[in-house]
T-cell receptor, first 116, second 110 residues
Framework: DTAVSQTPKYLVTQMGNDKSIKCEQN?????MYWYKQDSKKFLKIMFS???????INETVPNRFSPKSPDKAHLNLHINSLELGDSAVYFC???????????????FGPGTRLTVL | AQSVTQPDIHITVSEGASLELRCNYS??????LFWYVQSPGQGLQLLLK??????LVQGIKGFEAEFKRSQSSFNLRKPSVHWSDAAEYFC????????FGQGTELSVKP
């Protein structure tokens, strides 16, 4: 059984296009996250949602807009794609996401986005 | 500022040899600490975590890590490395957000 799944696994697109990445978790977790892994493999959080409410929003360009239709899904929409958006995007989830919680985050397989 | 440092970008060990990957953190208080592994083209898998209590933590795949408060370290160890352990290893700390180190790439030679 897949715990955290992402689609698509690979995404190749042209500059200026708009694209979405979908994430779903079947763990019953309350909190979901988006991370970006750059070409040097550095991982950094972008967004976090708890029960469909945005709780972490790092300094990410406005072109990135997360959407959580329900607590099992967190999608990432990117407008006007730029070359620098090329990266691997990981979705994750955790039980409660409390600020100082002990909640372990479980990661999806990643989506490799290539902008040409 | 909160940070996690993995001093070694790349380590090569022989199969069967012991392994230690270093991790240091800088936080106001002791954060929760994690080690994740990323195999080529794969997502991140949790190896182990430390919240409190016993400072030697056992994880999956024969890995263990030791928390040393005095050194602000959480080093990952394995007594005997297998070729399948070749991967990227990330140390992470959580005191609010989950902050990752830069990663250490492990190569295993036969």
């Amino acid at each position: 059984d897949t715990a955290v799944s992402q689609t698509p696994k690979y995404l190749v697109t042209q500059m200026g296009n708009d694209k979405s990445i979908k994430c779903e978790q079947n763990l019953g977790h309350d909190t979901m996250y988006w991370y970006k892994q750059d070409s040097k493999k550095f991982l950094k959080i972008m967004f976090s949602y708890n029960n469909k409410e945005l709780i972490i929003n790092e300094t990410v360009p406005n072109r990135f807009s997360p959407k959580s239709p329900d607590k099992a899904h967190l999608n990432l929409h990117i407008n006007s794609l730029e070359l620098g958006d090329s990266a691997v995007y990981f979705c994750a989830s955790s039980q409660t996401g409390a600020v100082m919680g002990t909640d372990t985050q479980y990661f999806g397989p990643g989506t490799r986005l290539t902008v040409l | 500022a909160q940070s996690v440092t993995q001093p070694d970008i790349h380590i090569t060990v022989s199969e069967g040899a012991s392994l230690e990957l270093r991790c240091n953190y800088s936080y106001g208080a002791t954060p929760y600490l994690f080690w994740y592994v990323q195999s080529p083209g794969q997502g991140l898998q949790l190896l182990l975590k430390y919240f409190s209590g016993d400072t030697l933590v056992q994880g999956i795949k024969g890995f263990e890590a030791e928390f040393k408060r005095s050194q602000s370290s959480f080093n990952l160890r394995k007594p005997s490395v297998h070729w399948s352990d070749a991967a990227e290893y990330f140390c992470a700390a959580q005191g609010g957000k989950l902050i990752f180190g830069q990663g250490t790439e492990l190569s295993v030679k036969p």
